[in-house]
Structure formats: C-alpha cells, structure tokens
C-alpha cells in the first residue's frame, strides 16, 4: 500500500545517430502535372520553387518506403535493429489507420519486441516525433528509436486541384536517435493554432464518401494563401525560440532545414531570421516537392550525402502544417 514506484534514468544527453532516405523511381515533372492541370511549369515553379517530385508506386507502400529509409538510417548509425526499443512513424497519408505503418516497418526489419505507433500531426509530424524520441532516450524508455517521416501524398490529393496538385510529392527519411554523453537535441518548441485548423483538411470524411456514392475519393484541400501568410510570418518566432532555448544564436548553425513546404516561405524565413550567408539552407523541395511529414528527414539526407555540412554541425529544424500544427528544435548533425 506504501510502496514507491522506481523511476527509470537516462543518459545525460540524446543525439541523432544516423540519417536514411527512399526517393520512389518515379520523377514527374511539371510538364507532367500540366497534362492534367490548367497550368504551366513555369507558373508552378515561379509559385512554389519547385520543378519536379516523385510519385510512388503500388509497390513503394508506406511500409516498404519506410522500412528502407528506417534500415539505412540503421546502418548509418550502425545500430542493430534488435536494439530499437521503439519505431516512431510521422505520416499524415496512411489511409488505412490500422495497423500502424510502424507495425508495418516492424515486421519489415525484423523488430521482435519494439514498441510501434504511428504519429499523425501532419508537416510537422517529424518535428513532433523526433522531441518524443529524444524524450524517450533521455527518460530511460528506450535506448534507441528508430523515427521515419513517410508519405504517399499522392494518394490524397486531387491531381485537378490547381492549389495542391502540383505541391506534393511521396517519399520517407528516417533518422535514429541514440544516448549522448552531451546535449544533441534541443529543447522542443511546439503548439497549434486550432482557430484555424480548416484552412488545410480534407473535403469530406471516409464515411462520407462511402454513405455517399455521388462523392468522389476525400483528398486534401488548402487555402494556400493564408497558410503561405501564416507560415511566412508565424513560424519565425517559433524558430527563434528554439534557438533561445538550445543557449545558440543562428551564427552557431551550419544548417536551416525547414519542412519544405514552398521555396518562397522558404526564402522568407531565411531572411526574418537574418540567417548568415554561412548557413546552409535545405531547398530539397526544388527536386521533390513537399512531401510533409517526410520533408525534414529528407532533405537532412540530402545536405549531409552531398557534402553541403559537415557531420557534428547545429542545425535548426522547423515543422509545420495542418492542424495548424508546428514544432522546432535545434540537432547536431550525425
């Protein structure tokens, strides 16, 4: 009746181990999205920045993207999967609810015994995953986690609808997050601003559209200029207050890795926070489009694999997307 219940201890600090990414075979351009959207490739790109992104097939699932960038994340942080004590997945696409895309990846890479669920909090879904990973570690909860952003976007959104047709790509990165003898994640700095969580949601639900025969496949629609308008403009401070709270300033970065959302909220971001030219700044959405969720872990691979930062560098990270959902912190890079 008396008894006190022991707490678990961590390590001092968590890091991030190692980084993976899946980009599906499938490259479509902007001339491609034109054939079925009344538009051009050179009014999408002067919007959005971006020239092409991949779209899966029926092969590349959720599961299988996953379980592929989740394995070379495992070998880059040469981790074995039977030391994962729990798979985090951020994925806004997995139509299916049940089971989990983290069961999924699980089974894929032979985790026997590791604690699996997906988290659903859309752009910002990595962001959300990677502070409850790192919170995980520190807590004593699980000695590794295994974190994948993944996306079939492609399958929720109307290939006619001139405001997201031609934004979104499929796609996943992952990362592990291990102990640390010293600080590798910084403290998370996250919210919502629920007064506007219509402003990205899909058009009808599931259940309406099957009770409802007339209605077509529930996709994902947007009011892109007041998103533009708040991402530009709300997500700056946010971004400063994860600086404050890791004790750095953006003259200690080596990297900007925002969600890649839109190459001009991009650019705006860059310059409120009056980055200096000496950081790098992710732009993967150029070549991939936003892949939401997958977007961060994606474009991380692909600064580190091309040599644009050096390992051991600070990098800001910023997610953010419906709901409206946000959250930012500030990593060493693996």
Sequence with gaps: MSGIIRKRTGPAGSRILGVGAYRPMTVVSNADICNRLDSTPEWIESRSGISSRRFAIAEESLGAMAATAGGKALASAGVGIADVGCILVATMSHVTQSPSVATDVAARLGAEKAAAFDISAACAGFCHALAVASDMVLAGSA????????????????????????????????????????????????????????????????????????????????????????????????????????????????????????????????RVLALPDTVTVARDVAIHGNTSGASIPLAMDEILASGQVPSGGLALLIGFGAGLVYAAQVVRLP
């Design 143 to 270: 000695r590794y986690v295994l974190v994948i952003g993944a996306e079939r976007m492609s399958d929720i959104i109307d290939p006619h609808d001139r405001s997201t047709a031609f934004l979104f790509g499929d796609g996943a990165g992952a990362i592990v997050v291990g102990p640390s003898e010293t600080a590798g994640i910084g403290p998370v700095i996250w919210g919502s601003d629920p007064s506007a969580r219509d402003v990205i949601a899909h058009d009808h639900s599931y259940l309406d559209w099957r009770d409802n025969t007339d209605l077509p496949w529930p996709t994902m629609r947007m009011a892109g200029q007041q998103v533009f308008r708040w991402a530009s403009w709300q997500m700056a401070p946010v971004a400063r207050a994860a600086l404050d709270e890791a004790g750095i300033t953006a003259d200690d970065l080596a990297a900007f890795i925002p969600h890649q959302a839109n190459i001009r909220i991009i650019n705006i971001l860059c």
